[in-house]
């Protein structure tokens, strides 16, 4: 069974731009969860998607958005760039999004903001 | 709020050797998971073990077992017969049993070196 991918993998943009991330889900797996990893801040959960539907979503601005389609691939879109999105996103998926399911990362998106 | 500590943000350790990493953490929901995740250079987070709160064995995969003692809230991960390939960033979470507003709820990570 094909894991997580997530497109593209790397990615370098400049203030101001947006950027849209995609992640394709493990066949079956209906929920894909979002995290942001810096080396400041570590790992911090974005949001997560369920039968297309955000169910729950961290603390950060309006300018990180994401939506799931009816295949259970989910895109995130930031806009309005900062240097501080620089970051690696990873996407993860799980049967139904609720303990005890593990959630499954992909191999994430590298996005350098300039 | 849920928080995950892991207080060893580097180790070193002889090849062969069996490795601790320690996790404790923190939550007021009487219903959770833990995970433990490795992350090598590449970025990719690899799962590794889960345990649940109500499990009354400690959680073993391969060469991974987790100690898991609720009283103590901690939760290590250890690694018996260390290999090369074992080298990389060592991350411990968690998330409650409504699903988590938060989802999952990561700790620092710990920097895991095997010397030859």
């Known amino acids: 069974k094909a894991g997580v991918t997530q497109t593209p993998r790397y990615l370098i943009k400049t203030r101001g731009q947006q950027v849209t991330l995609s992640c394709s889900p493990i066949s079956g797996h209906r929920s894909v969860s979002w995290y942001q990893q810096t080396p400041g801040q570590g790992l911090q959960f974005l949001f997560e998607?369920?039968?297309?539907?955000?169910?729950n979503k961290g603390n950060f601005p309006g300018r990180f958005s994401g939506r799931q389609f009816s295949n259970s691939r989910s895109e995130m879109n930031v806009s309005t760039l900062e240097l501080g999105d620089s970051a690696l996103y990873l996407c993860a998926s799980s049967l139904e999004g609720l303990a005890p399911d593990t959630q499954y990362f992909g191999p994430g998106t590298r996005l350098t903001v300039l | 709020a849920q928080k995950i500590t892991q207080t060893q943000p580097g180790m070193f350790v002889q090849e062969k050797e069996a490795v601790t990493l320690d996790c404790t953490y923190d939550?007021?929901?009487?219903?959770?998971?833990l995970f433990w995740y490795k992350q090598p250079s590449s970025g990719e987070m690899i799962f590794l073990i889960y345990q649940g709160s109500y499990d009354q064995q400690n959680a073993t995969e391969g060469r991974y077992s987790l100690n898991f003692q609720k009283a103590r809230k901690s939760a290590n991960l250890v690694i018996s017969a260390s290999q090369l390939g074992d080298s990389a960033m060592y991350f411990c979470a968690m998330r409650d049993s409504g699903g988590g507003a938060d989802g999952l709820t990561f700790g620092k990570g710990t920097h895991l070196i095997i010397q030859p």
């Open positions: 939550t007021s929901d009487p219903s959770y998971g």
């Open positions: 998607y369920f039968s297309e539907t955000q169910r």
